[in-house]
């Protein structure tokens, strides 16, 4: 669902299904949920990024956010390598789109909630595998102002708005956690029948969406809100 987003799986059932029924499955089967235990991976292949200093919040006032340039920036080395490992990341074989750090650009006319934060989008991250095939994690930020935020989170939880483009299955279970508002789905891949798990943080302004295909995880939500927060 997006303009230079092609780089990516769609936050949409539509799309997102399409991506996976396009691909071939491989891989251990897994919930794909945030909380769950990563696949082992080898420590030494780890993101040679340093995290970027964090705003210090003063006490009483709220944590600042700082967006991370850079995808391997996206949580902390030890997590990264835990979780991302040697996974090609933004393999132009693979995602024909920007990728990395984006310059978001105002939304068109008319644009509903979802296109709203698509153009918003500051950084976009694929990590897959070629031999994987429906295997993938994709991690997207974005910045919108309070009245976007608020549509947003509207549109995430209301099964009714545009069926078509979301599929008419997708029911989002939202709550107030991390700082914020967490909205996520899960289906099953109908040939494979491997996880997936789309999860939406929406907090301060940042919409933090991670997509997860037949990738299982452990608390990656929680250690990218750290990296953003601090």
Not at 110 to 119: I, M, N, Q, R
Not at 128 to 145: H, I, K, M, N, Q
Not at 202 to 222: E, K
Request: glycine share 8%; hydrophobic share 35%; net charge negative.
């Amino acid at each position: 669902m997006r303009h230079a987003r092609t780089a990516r799986a769609v936050t949409t059932t539509g799309v997102l299904v399409a991506l996976t029924l396009a691909l071939t499955g491989c891989g251990t089967g897994a919930d794909g949920s945030p909380d769950e235990t990563p696949t082992a991976t080898d420590v030494a292949s780890t993101a040679s990024a340093t995290p970027a200093p964090t705003p210090s919040a003063t006490p009483g006032e709220p944590a600042v956010a700082s967006i991370p340039t850079d995808c391997t920036d996206i949580v902390d080395p030890a997590t990264y390598a835990a979780t991302m490992g040697e996974t090609p990341l933004n393999d132009p074989d693979l995602f024909t789109g920007p990728t990395g750090q984006l310059q978001p650009s105002p939304a068109p006319a008319g644009a509903d909630p979802y296109e709203t934060v698509v153009a918003a989008t500051q950084l976009t991250c694929g990590w897959r595998d070629p031999r994987a095939d429906v295997t993938g994690l994709f991690v997207d930020v974005a910045t919108v102002d309070d009245a976007a935020a608020a549509s947003y989170l509207d549109w995430l939880a209301d099964p009714t708005v545009d069926t078509e483009r979301r599929g008419a299955d997708v029911v989002y279970d939202c709550s107030e956690r991390l700082g914020g508002t967490v909205c996520q789905y899960t289906t099953k891949d109908q040939q494979y029948g491997t996880d997936f798990a789309e999860t939406v943080l929406v907090r301060d302004g940042v919409v933090v969406t991670v997509r997860q295909s037949n990738y299982p995880t452990d608390d990656l939500l929680g250690a990218i809100v750290d990296r953003i927060w601090g």
